[in-house]
Each structure stands twice: as structure tokens, then as C-alpha cells.
């Protein structure tokens, strides 16, 4: 009666209200939790610390990279495509005063992210020379000098005599430096006078000093007219509208000052600006960029009045917005990663949020039956949370900053020039107090729900729903239709880098890997329940009771084995994606280089390489030639009016075997090495005597009974050499007086090699009458007639050869492809070859070419086009066209088409820091080499016929061979150009964030299986205690466990190692795009490694043996009889 009495009183007087609980209740119950319960949160906490390391390492991974990459990238673009040049013709101010405000104007472009310097030159006027060494000079041929002041020229130039001259004039009188070719010519040395013609009077100039070009190569000397040559006895003159022969030298060198000090006019003054990128922000690259674009017009607006003609040239924008590009296309990169990683780190700390939960659900039912609110028992998890994210926010960016420098001391990262230490700058505090804040509303979460009756409690630790929340609310179906639109949207647009050339990255391309993934993990997640009842049902027919209570766990609880397999599911995903992808991209980089280059070395043949190289043993130097190509246009148009602008790239039958080797050859090498000739068609040559390197002959052109007037002849041999190429040997120019000219030539030694033959002989008809042209009344019909060849040694007399007269192998051939084949019959007596020529009405508009050759003229050249400019013409096999190459015409014929073109890229676009890998490959025609310097030869090419070398080294001494090269020669190596590709400075940032990636996958699947099923275990003490009191022994139940946990590492991998194919299938190929942002020439091959893929299962095994190891140690300590006689789990 008492009892019910004090329970009619409560009801009178309403419910008992709880006592408050106060702060210190909070404090002292969680230091009680963390000491009880130590092991659960340091797990939590070493999860929640990993998961912050990693994604906050990737975070000083970009800033520290791309600061240094910017930097590293500017400071590589090669001199000619980042300076930025200034031309003042007539200057109309002092020229101090116009390189000043020009400087200034070149500033205001370039700050703050840069600096310039000038280096500036000017020359005067040509200047007519009146006497030399107090010797009047006759006036015809003109005599002109001009004068330069340039800064530098002591580094560039070498004193043979003298001094340099001092900085200003002294009256008429301006003392200065005179090249040695002038000075040879002039019998002028040191101490000697000349008289110019100035503006207002004569100006004498005294001698100091004669010098020599140290380098006559180097780019100083684009600043001069003769291009260091110091003395041309032949130089058209500039005051005529026609060529009038003149000489001219210089420069005569003055000091500073001294072309304003004498009154010496100034024609050209040129400054070029070097920019310094040392200090240039990532923040600036593209405040510098709209600058770049526009700097043109800044500067001639602000340069307005100081010269009569201003012009400016400078490839900085291109190259700047290049090193832009690079940088979107890793910075979109890294971000794809870092989203992947995000998910991962989100995902783990989801399934630890819900085992702490979990873990702690019997507390807090038994909190609440004795009378602590819902709020109560939310601030006291906020309190254990907010501890666990202080803990990992303060730990987070020590632990990524050392992760940072292990990164930083791999050898890619070492070669790239990275930092070796990034600090630990405040955005590194920011991100991990971010992740910590991330990671409380993580753990919170479960709580936020409703309570947990008694009986939902019991029902939980029985049979759990067979789906999960998240497929019964269809969020996973949206996700795979929304990673269907990412994927469609990744298709269709394929490139990071957006035509208003800005730094940020799309959002599509970078969070569409990601998308793809969280709605493949979930796919799978709904796959797991119904993978875990077939387990379940056949388990119960296995023999022996180990494998069926491992599968009938699995089916009683699949929620909490959904969460287990979709983590490793997920970390192995990732890891497998980030294996593939790193090779994947890897592979592309070879791909790309291997393509571009088109043989494992080529060698730009000018300076040193002008005549050839040396080639190691077992190869051969490939000459091959690269120039422009113009189809259509007009006869006349050399530049390109009206005609389709393409490039003809010329390889010998060695060379196009190099550009089909490997994959090269899937790609259109093939085609190009079946479709073309492999033996020319054979020519009549003469051999000249062993040991020949030049060769000697008496020439006449006209005759002489009717010398033709004013006509001269320049005459070049045409020289097969022993490797089969041919060369120009210039031998002179003979006048047209009928008269017999003995000429002679020597080649250079890199060319005379092996057996010389004689192959034909050019003839250039010019006009030599000087100020009066001759206009003839009619075409005068000349013959040009050979005897007595003979090769030439350089120290022995000539040795003739024989040359049979009339011999019906030797053609006239005519630049004119319209004309008539110049007759080479009726050799005269005495004579050995003829040629006969036509003089037109005017030599000065029309200039005759003509050519005496061992082959048939005038022959199509087979060649075969790239797909893309033959579907743009609709050109076919079989087409023939008349076409310009380097200005010259020839007729091709289309003997194939393929698909891609090895090779096409110019070595100029493969300098930069940012190659243009691509270059030009959809406008090109290959030809053989043979065939179109012949064909060149008949239209009057001059100069070298070979433009470049290609060279079949062996990647392993591709880099001593190049090494090994002459200074000043310009080189590309495939194999080191795909080197160099993975480890430039904007491009190491990639690998690096794919090692992380990769690393976090290991991590994250070891730590987290492993605190899942220490968790798991705990709370199944009691039932493991049950199966040990009915007979089930300790290796038993040891083998229980290890079964358990590896049906859901089995179902992880087969689900992970899926996803992260299908996403480096599916999502690789639109992510790895080329530096440039452009799609990758050839296409990406997905590259899956099985080994890699098999190291991270042998990772996997490594943690299930950790976790049978773990439940053997807790078996040996637990003592069974205790737990149950507690009658519920701890």
C-alpha cells in the first residue's frame, strides 16, 4: 500500500524534474570514459589524425610546388621566347632619353611579378666612305660603313689588337673597334683613320682596336646588319631599288655615348628586354598575363614620339600563358586526387564515427533509464569529440610537414628542384582545423538522430536491416545519374585549361572522378547484403561450423559488414586508381615524347651541327629536312597569299624505320615507311678520285664572239657525298663573255665523306649592270659549258676525271616548271657537259635558275599526308599538287595518307618548359629525302639541304650522346624528353599527389579494417565467450574470426580492385591530358599494373593476419567463465 501510494503522489504532483548536471559532470565523466576506454579513442584518434595528415600533406604538396614549379617553369623558357625586343627605327630624341622611356614602359608590363633588363644596340645609317687610311676610295663599286654601340660587346667579341674605344667623341674625331674581316680587307689596323659622309660634315674615325666575334652564332649578333661578318664585299646596295653590288663593313664600334657626341645618325637602335621570374607569384602569373597580351599597345603608347617607327617582338605571352596552361592542367590534376582523397578520409571517418557510436550505445541506454537528458548526452560527446579534434588539429600540420620533406626527398622531386622543407604556412592550420571540425559533426551525427529504446538496442545486436539507410532513401541512385553526367560531361569537353587562359580549374572535370566513385561504392554497397545472404546460405552447407557462423554473422549483422567491405572497397578503389593512373600517365609522358620527337634523338642542323654529327658506333646521323609547305597560292608568293600553309618533313628510308619503331608505327609510321620509295630512282653521277674533297672545273657561260652584257653566272656544284647526300658546293660566279673561268670549291670536312661524286651543277643568272639596267629586246638564248673536272684534295693538285661528252643521262632542268627542259645535247669539242640557258628580258624581276642534273626532272615527289589536312582538302591517292616548299616549287603526288605524323613537332616547341608536343601534326606531308632535295636542287635551292639529324642512340646513352655535343647546339631526346616531362617542375606535383593517394589507401584500409575489427571483437566478447562455453576451442574460434574477416576482405577486393579499374578505364584517359591542357597526341593507353594491384592485396592479407594475430592475443587473456557471469557486454 505505501508504494502505491507513493505512486498516486507522484502522479498528483507531475514528473520529478532531473537534477542538472553541471560542467564539471562533463569534464570528470569524460576523463572517466578516456581512462576506461583508452584504446577505442586512441584508435579514433590515430584514424582522425591520418586521415587529416594525408589530405592536409596534399595541401602543402600545392603550395609548395606550385610556387616552385611558376618559378622553375619561367625561369626555363629558353631566352628567344621570353625576351621582349624593341626596335626604334629613326630614333627622334636622344637615345639615352628613348631607352629610358621605352624602359619604363617595358617595366610597367613586367611589375611586380618581374624584372628586365636591356641590353641595348644601335647602329648608324650606312655611311659613305670617302677615304681609308688617308686614301681617297673610288666611287664605284660605293664604299659604306656604319657604326654601332652596343652594350656588351666585350663579352661577345675578342680584342686581336688595341683597346676597346672610350665613351665619347672628341670633336669630329670618334675613336673605334674595328672587325677583323674589315680591318684584313682594309690593310686598317690600329692607330689608322677612315672619312665618312655624315649628316652635317665628314666625321674621322680612328682605329683602337680590332676584334674578333668570340661566337658569331650567339644571338648578340642578330643586333648587327652583317650578322658579325664584319666585311661584305658584295652587299646589295641600300640607296637602290635594285640589286648594285657595294661595300659595306662594320660594326665600326664606339663607345657610350658616342654616336650622340659625333652627330652620327642613328637608324636602328634595338633593346631587348630579359625578364627575371625569381620572384614571381603564383597570384601574379595572371595579372602578368593580361599585361603580356596587351604590351604591345602599352608600350607604344607610352613610347609615342620617341622614334619615327616603333616595333615590338616578343613570343612572353605565348610562353607565359604556356607555363599558365601547365599550371591549370597538374593544378586540375592534384585537385582530382585531393577529392578522391577527401572522400576516402570522409568515408573513413563515417565508419569510425559509427563503431565509436556503436561502441557506446549500452552507455548511453543506460544514461538515459537513469535520467540524463538527450542534450546531456550530446554535450558530453561534443566534449570527447571536441578533445579528439583539438588533438588531431594540433598534431595534423607537424606529422604533414614531416610527411612533406619524405615526399620531398624522392629523386623525382629532388630532380624537379622542389623545396626540400614547405613549412607549415597558417593555410596549413586552416585546413586542419577545418578537417577537425569536419570530423565532430562526423561523430556527432548518429547522435542527432533519435534515441535508442532498450528494444531497438536488442533488435540491433540481433538480425540488422538488410539495406542501409542511405540505399532505402535512393541517394546512391542519384549519384549514378549524376556521375553519369559527369562522365558524359568529361567526354564531351576534355580539356582543364579554358580559353580565357584563367588558373582556376573546372569543376566538373576535377570532382567528376570523385562523383564516379562514391556512386560506384555505393552500387556495391547494395550489392553487399545480397552478397552476404548468398554467403550465408551457402556457408550453411559447408562442413564443420567455422565457415557457416562466419557467413551467418556476416548475414545477422550486413549493415556493420557493409561498412567494413565499402571502406576497403573504397581505399582499395583508390589505391588501384591511383597505381593505374600513375602509370597510366607515365606511359602517356613516354608516348607523348616518343611521338613528338619521332626518333630516339634529333640534332638541329646549324652552328656546330651545321655539316653533321657523330654518330655513336652501330648508328647513323639521318639528315632529314623540315620546311614550310605551301599548297595553292600564287607562283610568286612565297609568304603564303591565298594558299593552305602547312610544313613537309623529309626522312631517308633509316629515318622513317626509327619513326615506325614500337608504337610509333601504329600510329601512321608504318604507312609512311611502306607508302614511300626506299630506292630514288637512279641518277648519273661522275666519281671524283679517293680522297677528293672539293672539286675544280673550267666553266664558260656565252660567247665569245656575242658576250652577253652585263650577265653573270654563279655557278654551285651538286655533290653526292659517301652517305648518299646531297650537298651545294658554291664554286664562284663567272661573267657571260664567252670567256673560259676556272673555278673551284672544297667542302667542309663533316661533309666529305667517304667517296665524292659529281651529281650536276647549278646556274643562277644575275644581273651586273648596276645603277642602269640592261633591258634586253628579246630572251637571249647562253650556253654554260664544263671541262676538265677534277676532284681536289686540300693540299694536292686537282685529278681529272672523265666525263663523257654527251652523255644521254644528263638533264636541263628550269626553275620555271612552265618552261621548256634546257637542251644539254651537242656538246661542243673539247667541252665535257652543256647546259643551255635563257637570259629573260629583266634579270632584276626575274632572275634565271637553272640546273644541270644526272636524274629526270621535274618529278612528282611521293608523299604522305597527315589525315587531317588531306580530309580538310579533300585530297586523295594518287592527287598531284604544285606546291611551294621553303618558297621553292615542286610537285608532289599523295601516296598514302596516315592517320598521325611521329615526328611533327618542331625541337623549338620542345624546349619550353611547357612543350607543344602536339606541334604541328595534322599539317604535314612526309616525302623522301632523296627525292625532294633533288627536286629542291632543280628549283635553285641554296645553303644546306639537311635540316636536322636523326639519330638512332639507344635510350641508355641518349644522354651522354647529347652531353657530348658541341656547345650551342640545340638537341631533343625522346627518352629525356619523357624524363623531363614527368619531372619538371610543373609537372612533379602530379606523381607526388598520387603517391599520397596511393599511400593513403594502404594507410587508411590497414587502420581502419584494423579498428573495425578490434571494435567488432569487443563487442562481441560475450558472444565469443558463449560459443567458448559450449566446446567451440580457442583455434576455433581464432579461425572464426580470420574466416569473417576475410569473406569481407574478399568482397573489399573484388569490389575495390573493380571500382578503381572501372575508374582509371573510364576516367584516366579524360584526366591525362597533355601539358598544354590539349588531348594527348597519341591517346591515352590505361595502363592497369598487375603487380602493383598485387602488392596492395598482399598489403590486405598483411592486416587480416594482424587482425587472426589480435583475436588469438585477446583469446589468451580473456577468460570466458568471467564474461558471462557479468551477463552483458562490456
Not at 599538287?881 to 605524323?901: M, N, Q, S
Request: net charge negative; aromatic share 4%.
Amino acid at each position: 500500500m505505501k508504494h502505491q501510494a507513493t505512486r498516486i503522489a507522484a502522479r498528483e504532483n507531475g514528473p520529478r524534474r532531473r537534477a542538472p548536471r553541471a560542467g564539471s559532470w562533463l569534464v570528470g565523466t569524460t576523463v572517466r570514459r578516456t581512462r576506461a576506454q583508452w584504446r577505442l579513442l586512441l584508435g579514433v584518434v590515430a584514424v582522425a589524425v591520418l586521415a587529416s595528415v594525408l589530405v592536409t600533406t596534399l595541401s602543402l604538396l600545392v603550395s609548395a610546388t606550385e610556387q616552385r614549379g611558376v618559378r622553375g617553369a619561367l625561369g626555363a623558357i629558353p631566352a628567344e621566347q621570353s625576351d621582349l625586343d624593341v626596335r626604334l627605327l629613326d630614333p627622334t630624341i636622344d637615345l639615352a632619353d628613348a631607352t629610358a622611356e621605352v624602359t619604363d614602359a617595358v617595366a610597367s608590363v613586367y611589375a611586380p611579378a618581374a624584372t628586365a633588363t636591356v641590353v641595348g644596340g644601335a647602329v648608324s645609317s650606312y655611311l659613305p666612305v670617302t677615304a681609308v687610311a688617308d686614301a681617297p676610295r673610288a666611287p664605284s663599286p660605293p664604299t659604306l660603313a656604319y657604326f654601332g654601340e652596343f652594350d656588351g660587346v666585350a663579352q661577345a667579341a675578342t680584342l686581336v689588337a688595341g683597346d676597346w674605344p672610350g665613351e665619347t667623341a672628341a670633336g669630329d674625331r670618334v675613336a673605334v673597334a674595328i672587325p677583323a674581316a674589315a680591318s684584313a680587307a682594309l690593310s686598317l689596323g690600329v692607330g689608322g683613320t677612315l672619312v665618312v659622309e655624315a649628316t652635317d660634315a665628314d666625321v674621322t674615325a680612328v682605329v683602337t682596336g680590332v676584334f674578333e666575334p668570340t661566337d658569331r652564332t650567339d644571338e648578340f649578333w642578330a643586333l648587327d646588319r652583317l650578322a658579325s661578318a664584319g666585311y661584305e664585299p658584295e652587299f646589295p646596295n641600300p640607296f637602290t631599288s635594285f640589286y648594285n653590288p657595294s661595300v659595306v663593313f662594320g660594326p665600326l664600334v664606339v663607345g657610350t655615348g658616342a654616336l650622340a657626341s659625333a652627330d652620327l645618325p642613328v637608324a636602328i637602335a634595338t633593346l631587348r628586354y630579359t625578364p627575371d621570374f625569381s620572384d614571381t607569384t603564383v597570384a601574379q602569373l595572371r595579372p602578368l598575363l593580361d599585361r603580356l597580351a596587351t604590351a604591345d599597345i602599352d608600350i607604344l603608347y607610352s613610347a609615342n614620339g620617341v622614334a619615327g617607327s616603333v616595333f615590338i617582338d616578343s613570343d612572353a605571352a605565348a610562353a607565359v600563358s604556356a607555363v599558365a596552361a601547365g599550371l591549370t592542367v597538374t593544378r586540375s590534376t592534384v585537385v582530382v586526387v585531393s577529392l578522391l582523397l577527401l572522400v576516402l578520409a570522409v568515408a573513413a571517418m563515417a565508419q569510425l564515427a559509427r563503431l565509436y557510436s556503436d561502441a557506446r550505445a549500452g552507455e548511453r541506454q543506460l544514461m538515459r533509464a537513469r535520467g540524463a537528458s538527450r542534450r546531456n548526452i550530446l554535450a558530453l560527446a561534443a566534449v570527447e569529440a571536441a578533445v579528439i579534434a583539438v588533438a588531431t588539429a594540433a598534431a595534423t600540420p607537424p606529422l604533414a610537414s614531416l610527411a612533406y620533406r619524405l615526399l620531398a626527398t624522392q629523386p623525382t622531386m629532388v630532380a624537379a628542384g622542389m623545396p626540400p622543407d614547405a613549412g607549415i604556412p597558417p593555410l596549413t592550420w586552416l585546413i586542419s582545423a577545418g578537417i577537425a571540425v569536419v570530423f565532430v559533426l562526423v561523430l556527432l551525427a548518429p547522435l542527432i538522430r533519435g534515441d535508442v529504446s532498450f528494444a531497438e538496442g536488442a533488435q540491433a545486436a540481433g538480425r540488422q536491416r538488410l539495406v542501409s539507410g542511405v540505399a532505402r532513401s535512393g541517394i546512391d541512385v542519384a549519384l549514378v545519374v549524376l556521375a553519369g553526367i559527369a562522365y558524359w560531361q568529361l567526354q564531351a569537353y576534355r580539356t582543364p585549361v579554358q580559353e580565357s587562359a584563367t588558373l582556376t580549374v573546372d569543376p566538373v572535370l576535377v570532382a567528376g572522378p570523385a562523383i564516379v566513385l562514391v556512386a560506384a561504392a555505393l552500387v556495391c554497397a547494395r550489392l553487399i547484403p545480397a552478397a552476404s545472404r548468398l554467403l550465408e546460405r551457402l556457408g550453411s552447407g559447408a562442413r564443420g561450423a567455422t565457415v557457416a557462423l562466419a557467413s551467418w554473422e556476416l548475414g545477422r549483422r550486413p549493415q556493420r559488414a557493409t561498412a567494413a567491405v565499402l571502406l576497403l572497397s573504397l581505399t582499395l578503389a583508390v589505391g588501384t586508381f591511383g597505381l593505374s593512373f600513375l602509370d597510366t600517365w607515365k606511359r602517356s609522358q613516354v608516348d607523348q615524347a616518343a611521338f613528338a620527337v619521332g626518333a630516339p634523338v634529333r640534332v638541329e642542323a646549324d652552328g656546330a651541327a651545321a655539316d653533321g654529327v657523330a654518330a655513336p658506333s652501330g648508328t647513323t646521323a639521318e639528315p632529314t629536312l623540315r620546311r614550310s609547305l605551301v599548297i595553292g597560292g600564287f607562283s610568286g608568293d612565297p609568304d603564303n597569299l591565298g594558299g593552305s600553309l602547312a610544313s613537309v618533313l623529309a626522312l631517308t628510308p633509316a629515318a622513317r624505320d626509327l619513326a615506325a619503331d614500337g608504337q610509333l608505327g601504329d600510329l601512321g609510321g608504318d604507312v609512311i615507311a611502306d607508302s614511300l620509295p626506299t630506292d630514288p630512282p637512279a641518277a648519273t653521277v661522275v666519281d671524283l678520285p679517293d680522297g677528293a674533297t672539293g672539286v675544280a672545273a673550267t666553266v664558260r657561260f656565252g660567247d665569245p664572239e656575242a658576250p652577253l652584257e652585263a650577265v653573270a653566272a654563279d655557278l654551285t656544284a651538286v655533290i653526292e657525298n659517301g652517305d648518299g647526300r646531297l650537298v651545294l658546293l658554291p664554286l664562284g660566279r663567272i661573267d657571260g663573255d664567252g670567256a673560259s673561268h676556272e673555278v673551284s670549291g672544297e667542302l667542309p670536312p663533316a661533309s666529305a665523306t667517304g667517296t665524292l661524286r659529281f651529281a650536276g651543277l647549278q646556274v643562277r643568272v644575275v644581273d651586273t649592270s648596276g645603277d642602269e639596267p640592261v633591258v634586253r629586246g628579246a630572251p637571249e638564248p647562253a650556253d654554260v659549258l664544263l671541262s676538265d673536272l677534277a676532284g681536289t684534295t686540300a693540299s694536292g693538285e686537282p685529278q681529272p676525271v672523265a666525263v663523257e661528252a654527251g652523255d644521254d643521262g644528263w638533264f636541263g632542268s628550269a626553275a620555271a616548271r612552265n618552261s621548256s627542259l634546257p637542251a644539254t645535247n651537242g656538246v661542243p669539242d673539247g667541252w665535257q657537259l652543256r647546259l643551255g640557258v635563257t637570259v629573260p628580258l629583266d634579270l632584276r624581276s626575274s632572275p634565271g635558275n637553272y640546273a644541270l642534273v644526272g636524274w629526270r626532272p621535274h618529278a612528282a615527289v611521293p608523299a604522305v599526308l597527315a589525315g587531317e589536312i588531306a580530309d580538310q582538302l579533300g585530297l586523295t591517292v594518287g592527287t598531284e599538287l604544285d606546291v611551294r616548299v621553303g618558297g621553292l616549287p615542286t610537285t608532289i603526288r599523295v601516296a598514302a595518307v596516315a592517320p598521325l605524323v611521329p615526328g611533327a613537332a618542331r625541337t623549338a616547341d620542345l624546349a619550353g618548359p611547357t612543350p607543344a608536343l602536339g606541334g604541328a601534326a595534322a599539317q604535314l606531308a612526309v616525302v623522301d629525302t632523296t627525292l625532294l632535295t633533288r627536286s629542291l636542287v632543280e628549283a635553285g635551292a641554296e645553303g644546306s639541304l639537311v635540316d636536322e639529324w636523326w639519330v638512332g642512340v639507344p635510350a641508355s646513352d641518349a644522354r651522354s650522346f647529347l652531353d657530348a655535343l658541341p656547345p650551342g647546339v640545340t638537341a631533343v631526346g625522346s627518352a629525356l624528353l619523357g624524363d623531363r616531362l614527368q619531372e619538371a617542375p610543373l609537372r612533379v606535383a602530379t606523381q607526388a599527389a598520387l603517391w599520397v593517394a596511393i599511400a593513403a589507401s594502404t594507410l587508411l584500409a590497414a587502420v581502419g579494417f584494423g579498428v573495425h575489427s578490434a571494435a567488432g571483437l569487443r563487442s562481441r566478447r560475450l558472444e565469443l565467450a558463449q560459443l567458448r562455453a559450449i566446446g567451440y576451442s580457442r583455434r576455433r574460434l581464432v579461425g572464426l574470426v580470420g574466416a569473417e574477416s576475410l569473406l569481407m576482405c574478399l568482397l573489399g577486393a573484388v569490389f575495390g580492385i573493380s571500382i578503381g579499374v572501372l575508374l582509371a578505364w573510364l576516367v584516366g584517359p579524360l584526366v591525362a591530358v597533355s601539358p598544354t591542357g590539349a588531348p594527348t597526341v597519341p591517346s591515352v593507353v590505361v595502363e592497369v599494373p598487375p603487380l602493383g594491384i598485387a602488392l596492395l592485396l598482399a598489403w590486405i592479407v598483411a592486416v587480416l593476419a594482424a587482425v587472426v594475430l589480435l583475436v588469438a592475443r585477446m583469446q589468451r587473456f580473456t577468460e570466458p567463465a568471467h564474461l558471462l557471469r557479468e551477463g552483458a557486454q562490456p
